[in-house]
């Protein structure tokens, strides 16, 4: 969860902030998703999180409080929860907006 935290924190500061955007943002991506694919590579059971509503929220409130930490955007500008497929998500070279 909290890898996938990471990675949805930075895709919101990237969707938020273009003026910000920077290789050191794509370099975290390319890292996050590395590290969410391979915990699925060896505890397979990790991918039904991918679906799961209740971890995704989880994951997606503690992106939003890091995001908004980070930022200095207020909370409520945030989507209440993720609006993004998790695959487009976890899927190399992809990014928001």
């Known amino acids: ?12 500061k990237w969707q938020y902030q273009p003026d910000r955007r920077g290789k050191s943002w794509q370099s975290t991506f390319k ?11 060896k505890t397979p059971s990790l991918k039904a999180s ?8 989880d994951a997606w409130a503690d992106a939003a409080v ?3 930490k980070e930022t ?5 500008i945030f989507p209440e929860s993720c609006p993004w497929n998790m695959d487009d998500v976890l899927k190399e070279g992809w990014l928001p907006g």
């Open 1 to 12: 969860e909290s890898r996938m935290a990471v990675l949805l924190a930075h895709l919101l």
């Open 31 to 41: 890292l996050q998703r590395k590290r969410v694919l391979r915990a699925i590579t």
């Open 50 to 57: 991918l679906s799961d509503q209740d971890w995704l929220d």
């Open 66 to 68: 890091q995001a908004a």
């Open 72 to 76: 200095g955007i207020e909370m409520d």
